[in-house]
């Protein structure tokens, strides 16, 4: 079955040391959907926008064979909109602002043909939001889930409830060490274990990402980048690319895993290349494998 999305869809303002655009397109769902795409596909996703979303976002979306019955369009109102400002090191940004505009009352209603997804990545969105998501689905078998600070600290005991429900979550260091209490990686990885994951990525940005699980743990490199013009999003590709990839071959064991959070890796690496989307637009999959094919031999010694 298919590939459900299920999180915020966005215009964001951005700008960067190096160039910046406005009303850009944005959004965990949005990042996710496409990276997910060249993996797997239709991927469908339910999430919310305003009657100012531009037709161009959704004609490329359904190019990407992304599914957009679930997508409200509320007419008279506005999407979501962000904006931040990144300074020359690009791991520290500045929220400049935050709209949520149609998001503010965001009811995620999962369309009948994909109650039977298999497959379910939530987004950041509200921990209440993602439990009402699992509720509407019919016996999915592999869940990924996203979180961040301000739901960790604001809504920690519904997110607990989350996690007892999911297959992995995947988070940054700081969110492990707020949700685990525990500054050391490796025992925040225990302990976010413990509550029910039964995977656990910890993405530590040009230094790659951690795997933990069945008591192994996978230390992943980031792909050495040239050039990088736009964080933005990059997370959220790198949950799609490794989601994806599952999603194709069915392959749970975890060797699997572990190709497949170097995949996330790499569409999280095409993604910083360009801002907003446009570098998960325009991707073939043999670019996409020539890069796996030279992260492995960047990775690789005797």
Request: aromatic share 12%; hydrophobic share 40%.
């Amino acid at each position: 079955m298919g590939l459900l999305v299920v999180g915020s869809i966005g215009l964001d303002d951005i700008e960067t040391p190096f160039d910046k655009i406005q009303s850009a397109l944005g959004g965990s769902t949005t990042y996710i959907a496409l990276a997910a795409s060249y993996f797997s596909g239709p991927v469908n996703i339910v999430g919310v926008v305003g009657d100012d979303f531009g037709k161009e976002h959704i004609n490329m979306l359904e190019e990407h064979n992304v599914g957009l019955e679930g997508l409200q369009i509320v007419e008279g109102a506005k999407t979501f909109r962000y904006g931040c400002k990144y300074h020359y090191d690009l791991n520290v940004r500045d929220s400049l602002f935050t709209h949520l505009n149609v998001f503010e009352k965001f009811n995620p209603v999962i369309p009948d043909k994909d109650k039977k997804s298999s497959f379910i990545i939530l987004g950041n969105i509200a921990p209440n939001l993602q439990l009402n998501v699992l509720e509407q689905l019919n016996n999915p078998k592999f869940i990924v889930c996203d979180t961040m600070n301000f739901w960790i600290e604001r809504t920690y005991d519904e997110l607990q409830n989350v996690l007892k429900k999911v297959n992995v979550l995947i988070i940054n260091e700081s969110e492990a060490r707020l949700l685990s209490k525990e500054p050391n990686l490796i025992k925040a990885a225990k302990i976010i274990s413990e509550v029910g994951p039964q995977y656990l990525i910890i993405k530590k940005g040009e230094h790659g990402a951690l795997l933990f699980g069945e008591n192994t743990i996978f230390s992943a490199p980031a792909y050495p980048m040239e050039n990088i013009y736009d964080p933005t999003g990059a997370g959220d590709a790198f949950a799609g690319g490794f989601t994806g990839y599952l999603h194709k071959n069915r392959d749970f064991s975890f060797e699997n895993l572990k190709r497949a959070v170097i995949y996330g890796s790499i569409m999280a690496s095409f993604c910083v290349e360009k801002f907003s989307t446009k570098g998960l637009e325009n991707l073939s999959f043999l670019e996409i494998h020539n890069r796996f094919i030279e992260f492995r031999e960047l990775s690789k010694f005797d």
